[in-house]
């Protein structure tokens, strides 16, 4: 009997994400939408063929599916930044480990897109948070989950077995959904990654001036190559330690169309960091910037968002002497365009965005900028605005019905679409509860592990 239940729980979850499904005209009313941008009260929401069809009050269309969110909230799916979710199974074991690249060879061209897992086990506790979306940033050699705050002892051992120090680049970014099925990849190659202050000093010979050097002086090199690639002289590209793949992966960076997420923590390295993108004419964005609110004033004149997590409150080292929690609520206050990320690399607690969201409530952030620091913020940030991570016609239907307010801990998600597909709320963790608490047998079908 457990077996059978099983199996047609199987069936259910491949029903819930079949292609029909996503098609049928569904309306989620009577609920407080959240929309990212707005509050509605007794919202209805439609959606149809994987996009929101309309956001606003009314009876469900007739023909309609309609889903009864009395007494509940209705959100964005949730959008995870500077993650690992698909690119890392287990930090500490090589072969599940796809977020980062060692090879001096490979750097700027390593394109994390294409070591994504689809059946990770990560996806679905993630799913179960509310995130619907992530941007997967690739780390660099020498880090620890996902741009966590390092410092230079970790590249202490790089070179050690007479190889060379990896590149100033970890590699290429992208997006992905967390839909059931066999392809989460949204968009490849969405930003480049580096690594700056002692991080990034720590690949440069050990100074921060140093890593400014070496990092014009490649700027200059790629645009070189970009002006003449046949007349090319191959000498000065090993003298630079840069492939013709790292080569071509960093022209749409040093003629600032494709951004780059640096990650950077003191407020004396976020001042540098915003001088050398107005002198080479470069996208950035900013990635924990711990300090940021002292230099508030100078990011939002520059036009640079920051991408942040808001429980930093613990100086580690002389990098974050003056981190605190109102972070995030002073650099919104400034005007500066904010995303907030979950915990160790937003990965296996990506789940926790929403809390570190409420944690920053609690310490000043207006919530409607809360909800949009997690939802339409990084939609725009990452070029992809009205695409999804809001309630708006013509967006992704990544919609979620929430028992309460998402930003209280003891919510819970209680359904969740992505792309108009329904979700099976579920995870492999809640699984092996369920089989071993009952005493049940047998495997769990693949179709529902995911």
Avoid at 15 to 23: G, I, K, R, V
Avoid at 136 to 153: E, K, L, T
Wanted: aromatic share 6%.
């Amino acid at each position: 009997m457990r077996l059978r239940n099983l199996i047609l729980g199987a069936v259910c979850a491949a029903t819930l994400t079949s292609p029909a499904f996503a098609q049928s005209l569904t309306a989620i009313t009577g609920g407080r939408v959240l929309t990212g941008t707005s509050v509605i009260e007794n919202g209805t929401v439609v959606i149809q063929n994987g996009r929101v069809v309309s956001v606003g009050t009314g009876a469900a269309p007739s023909g309609a599916r309609v889903i009864d969110a009395r007494g509940k909230v209705v959100a964005p799916g949730f959008v995870a930044v500077d993650s690992g979710l698909g690119a890392s199974e287990i930090s500490s074991v090589g072969g599940s480990d796809d977020q980062s690249n060692g090879a001096n060879s490979i750097s700027a061209s390593f394109d994390v897109s294409y070591g994504l897992d689809p059946w990770s086990f990560t996806l679905p506790v993630a799913r179960l948070g509310g995130i619907t979306r992530a941007i997967v940033v690739p780390s660099h050699p020498g880090s620890s989950g996902g741009h966590q705050h390092q410092d230079d002892s970790d590249f202490a051992g790089v070179g050690s077995a007479g190889l060379q120090s990896p590149g100033l680049f970890a590699g290429q970014a992208a997006i992905i959904h967390l839909a059931q099925g066999t392809d989460i990849l949204v968009k490849p190659r969405v930003a480049m990654v580096a690594p700056f202050g002692e991080a990034g000093a720590g690949v440069s010979g050990g100074a921060r001036g140093a890593e400014f050097t070496q990092f014009k002086e490649t700027l200059a090199e790629v645009r070189l190559y970009a002006r003449n690639k046949a007349a090319y002289d191959r000498a000065g590209l090993r003298d630079l330690s840069l492939s013709r793949a790292d080569l071509e992966a960093l022209i749409p960076v040093a003629n600032g169309t494709l951004p780059l997420i640096v990650t950077v923590h003191r407020a004396a390295d976020v001042q540098q960091v915003l001088r050398l993108a107005r002198e080479e004419g470069l996208q950035i964005i900013l990635d924990g910037a711990e300090e940021g609110w002292l230099v508030a004033d100078q990011i939002v004149a520059a036009g640079v968002p920051v991408l942040l997590n808001p429980i930093s409150n613990l100086p580690g080292d002389l990098e974050t002497r003056a981190v605190r929690m109102e972070n995030a609520a002073a650099l919104d206050a400034a005007g500066v365009v904010i995303a907030i990320k979950g915990n160790e690399g937003s990965i296996h607690r990506a789940r926790e965005t929403r809390y570190n969201a409420g944690n920053a409530v609690s310490h000043g952030l207006p919530y409607d900028a809360a909800i949009e620091a997690i939802t339409v913020n990084p939609a725009k940030i990452f070029g992809m605005a009205g695409q999804f991570g809001e309630l708006r016609a013509g967006a992704a239907a990544d919609v979620v019905v929430w028992s309460g307010d998402p930003l209280e801990p003891l919510s819970i998600a209680e359904t969740i679409f992505i792309g108009g597909a329904e979700q099976a709320p579920t995870s492999r963790q809640f699984l092996l509860r369920d089989r071993y608490r009952t005493g049940g047998e047998g495997a769990m079908p693949p179709a529902y592990t995911r």
